[in-house]
């Protein structure tokens, strides 16, 4: 069975930095798209970032300049780095991947999600 778990998060002052990190395990052909996505009370959850497995990357307008995304295929891993954090990236962030699974099977994943707290 195909499972993204995340690592990383926790409570952070505005400024500061947090990584998160999110790993694939399972029997599976290849990862596509990988991505960040995040969700704040009362709020759609959103797009934050995202890599293809080629390494191309995409941010969302509110965090570029100052979260990184990237990926390690052997390890079957992708990082948000987050540097200079706000009170507003508040919200629950959670991983994202398209997976291969079988031959023509591409199947969408997400991991548990990680709590991410900015104190002003």
């Known amino acids: 069975q195909v499972q993204l778990v995340e690592s990383g998060g926790g409570l952070e002052e505005a400024g500061g930095s947090l990584r998160l990190s999110c790993a694939a395990s399972?029997?599976?052909?290849?990862?596509?798209?990988m991505g960040w996505y995040r969700q704040a009370p009362g709020k759609k959850r959103e797009l934050v970032a995202s890599?293809?497995?080629?390494?191309?990357?995409n941010y969302a307008d509110s965090v570029k300049g100052r979260f990184t995304i990237s990926r390690d295929n052997a390890k079957r891993t992708v990082h948000l780095q987050m540097n200079s954090l706000k009170p507003e990236d508040t919200a629950v962030y959670y991983c994202?991947?398209?997976?291969?699974?079988?031959?023509?099977?591409?199947?969408?994943?997400w991991g548990q999600g990680s709590q991410v707290t900015v104190s002003s």
């Open positions: 890599i293809t497995s080629g390494g191309s990357t």
């Open positions: 994202n991947a398209k997976i291969l699974v079988a031959f023509g099977y591409l199947n969408e994943y």
């Open positions: 399972g029997r599976f052909i290849s990862i596509n798209d």
